[in-house]
């Protein structure tokens, strides 16, 4: 593609991992700091293809090590705006991953990367080639871009001094469509930038939801189709209201045809059991249903813990990830907790019963204030039976879904006991509608004693081997 640099640059490098053996320094990340940005400035104060770099190259770098890196990009352009900027600033994640031997994961403040050993021996040796290489791809792809220049920070003081700042400029982006909603506009728009690992991959951005990166929200879905509308970003008319409480649009139904290539056609934009949004694989926060408490929990991608249910955060991703619709997870955006049409049709925030005490911080001032010390975090509850005992505690509105053990004595005469994993308890919750692609692991109810009782609706249950004893 380009023969002044020491790398191949391709879109086939994208799904390229560097493990830690592999590589020669890692960037930023969760054990140091950055973070990425773009501003739009005007024609005068950006000399094209200008790279400054404050702090050592990676020539100076010791092999093995770790740095603190920020990658501030300046773009011009008559066609120019800030509502460019977290579009603009999204690609930079694409297009590092073209670059062979690189891997860029995340965005914004949470961006991490790592440069391989070979693509260093092969000659990568400074920062300009792989800015430089950056700044091709945005002139390449993005046409309106006339002038862009990239300032790369290594010198943690100098990024300590830049983040508050960044920071402001996130906020302030995503605090724009908090007095925008969906009823209030009559388009949406669509991202294909995930399709190329995931693709039956919906994404739908509306002013009450944020794409799952977290990185593109409705003005910047906006901004992006008016520039380019055959780009990755583009219009989607929402049509007809089908339901409010759960968002279905025939519009999105449309799209959600088309996009998928036929594999889904209905998408509620605000329901986490039914037909829920399909999740890529870069969602900051992964969703789960907790089935023994009929309740649902968070976790973000910075929790390297484990859940109640037993599973991580990485786990749980693979299970959700793909461009798949997956019924019991949804991966989400941490910007869709504060819509106040958070997964409305599941009960919103008193469907919430558990989340990672860090990630319960950042959103605690955008939570209902009634809820806020009844969802549980790794520090009350550690497996399913101490989360039980929390909600109860707390008197969690989830509470109200669970139906008492009565219903044990309306049991028929004759009662089989199948030999699903008892889940015996003092309440059992309600059986949900059970989904059609729902975990194996996930644990089927059942209660300990004297029959089981199992509503199902609308159900789809596939099952290989089902063994009923008859009642000794
Ligand atoms: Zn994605």
């Not at 989607?236 to 209201?241: F, H, M, R």
């Not at 991966?331 to 469907?351: E, L, M, T």
């Not at 911080?361 to 955008?366: A, E, N, R």
């Amino acid at each position: 593609m380009a023969d002044e640099f020491p790398f191949e640059i391709s879109p086939m490098f994208e799904g390229e991992r560097i493990r830690k053996e592999g590589m020669h320094v890692e960037l930023a990340g969760p054990k140091s700091k950055g973070f990425e940005l773009v501003r739009a400035a005007d024609m005068n104060d950006v000399e094209d293809g200008r790279f400054t770099l404050i702090g050592p190259d990676l020539q100076d770098m010791e092999e093995g090590s770790r740095y603190p890196f920020a990658m501030i990009y300046k773009i011009a352009g008559e066609l120019v705006e800030t509502d460019l900027e977290s579009i603009v600033e999204r690609r930079n994640h694409e297009f590092q991953n073209y670059i062979q031997g690189m891997m860029h994961l995340n965005q914004r403040d949470d961006v991490w990367i790592r440069v391989g050993k070979e693509a260093v021996s092969k000659g990568l040796n400074s920062f300009e080639h792989i800015a430089k290489a950056v700044m091709m791809l945005f002139k390449n792809e993005l046409p309106f871009i006339e002038k862009v220049e990239a300032i790369y920070i290594t010198d943690m003081d100098e990024i300590e001094k830049e983040i508050e700042n960044t920071r402001e400029v996130y906020k302030a982006r995503d605090e724009r469509t908090r007095g925008l909603h969906d009823e209030d506009v009559d388009t949406f728009y669509g991202c294909t930038l995930c399709a190329s690992f995931a693709p039956t991959n919906v994404c739908v951005v509306t002013p009450d939801r944020i794409s799952l990166c977290g990185a593109i929200n409705w003005f910047d879905g906006r901004a992006a189709a008016k520039v380019d509308p055959e780009g990755p970003q583009f219009a989607i008319p929402k049509g007809e209201l089908l339901d409010a409480e759960s968002g279905e649009y025939s519009g999105v139904n449309e799209f959600a045809k088309k996009l998928s290539s036929g594999e889904y056609d209905r998408i509620k934009l605000h329901s986490f059991m039914e037909y829920p949004h399909t999740s890529c694989g870069c969602f900051e926060v992964v969703g789960f249903y907790i089935p023994e408490v009929d309740g649902i929990g968070w976790v973000d991608r910075d929790f390297a813990g484990t859940a109640p249910n037993g599973l991580q955060f990485s786990t749980m991703a693979g299970q959700t990830g793909g461009g798949k619709q997956v019924v019991g997870f949804l991966g989400v955006g941490v910007n869709y907790f504060r819509s106040p049409k958070f997964i409305q049709a599941d009960g919103g925030w008193n469907r919430v019963v558990w989340m990672p005490k860090m990630l319960k911080d950042k959103v605690f001032q955008d939570m209902p204030e009634d809820i806020r010390e009844k969802i549980a975090t790794e520090d009350d509850a550690k497996d399913i039976d101490s989360l039980r005992n929390f909600l109860k505690e707390k008197n969690h509105p989830i509470l109200e879904r669970w139906v008492e053990e009565e219903v044990e004595e309306e049991v028929e005469e004759a009662p089989a006991k199948t030999q699903a994993a008892s889940q015996a308890g003092s309440a059992t919750p309600q059986m949900m509608q059970m989904p059609a692609n729902f975990m194996p692991s996930m644990p089927m109810m059942g209660s300990g004693s004297g029959g089981v009782r199992i509503i199902l609706k609308n159900a789809k249950v596939t099952v290989d081997k089902i063994t009923i004893l008859k009642e000794e």
